[in-house]
């Protein structure tokens, strides 16, 4: 069984571009989360994707955006970047009415 | 009445004690409440969780205490180990739609040998 995993590892970008943030999900998990966690924090929910549509959206700007594949996999898109988008962005996958979530390493994004 | 509050912050305890890890919650929505583990530039793994029909739940040497009237479940870790040493988070959510896990703030945990 294959765990979730993303990708960049690490990214350092600078103020007002654009960023992708890839992950692919669990083997046979058709949902997928992204979080964003702050130094220090504990990790905030952005949105979440199942059958490729957006499924629950957190409190953040429409300038974070997503997709789902038909593979499951899913893209984080953040445009504009600013300073306080600087963190640790996280993937964790689960099934469609199921509960349990599982994380990826995540991402950390470092804005300049 | 999204917020979970999760304390203490740090927690220092000796090889052996018993580590106990306290949360609140205000929505009686939520219906759902996982326990995550996470170590330095690791994303967190999931430990153990917990639904409201059931005052306590035990895997391993790990232990979630609920109290359902009180709207607080904890985290009991029993024989701690070094290799224990990290950050751990509560969480809870809905069950139905949207699994939009609200975090605590965290609480840093050292065992020391």
């Known amino acids: 069984e294959t765990g979730v995993t993303q990708s960049p590892t690490h990214l350092i970008k600078t103020r007002g571009q654009q960023v992708t943030l890839r992950c692919s999900s669990q083997s046979g998990h058709n949902t997928v989360s992204w979080y964003q966690q702050a130094l220090g924090q504990g990790p905030q929910f952005i949105f979440q994707y199942y059958r490729e549509e957006e499924n629950g959206r957190g409190n953040f700007p429409p300038r974070f955006s997503g997709l789902q594949f038909p593979n499951y996999s899913s893209e984080l898109n953040v445009n504009a970047l600013e300073l306080d988008d600087s963190a640790l962005y996280l993937c964790?996958?689960?099934?469609?009415?199921?509960?349990?979530?599982?994380f990826g390493p995540g991402t950390r994004l470092t804005v300049t | 009445q999204q917020q979970v509050k999760q304390s203490p912050q740090s927690l220092i305890v000796q090889k052996g004690g018993i580590p106990i890890i306290n949360c609140a919650y205000e929505n009686t929505a939520f219906d759902y409440f996982p326990w995550y583990q996470q170590f330095p530039g690791k994303g967190p793994a999931l430990l153990i969780a917990?639904?409201?029909?059931?005052s306590e739940k035990k895997e391993g040497r790990f232990t979630i205490s609920f109290n359902k009237s009180a709207k607080q479940f904890s985290l009991h870790i029993m024989d701690s180990q070094p290799g224990d040493s990290a950050t751990y988070f509560c969480a809870a959510s809905r069950v139905q739609g949207a699994q939009k896990l609200v975090f605590g703030q965290g609480t840093r945990l050292t065992i020391n040998p």
């Open positions: 917990i639904r409201p029909d059931v």
């Open positions: 964790a996958s689960s099934l469609a009415g199921g509960s349990e979530q599982y």
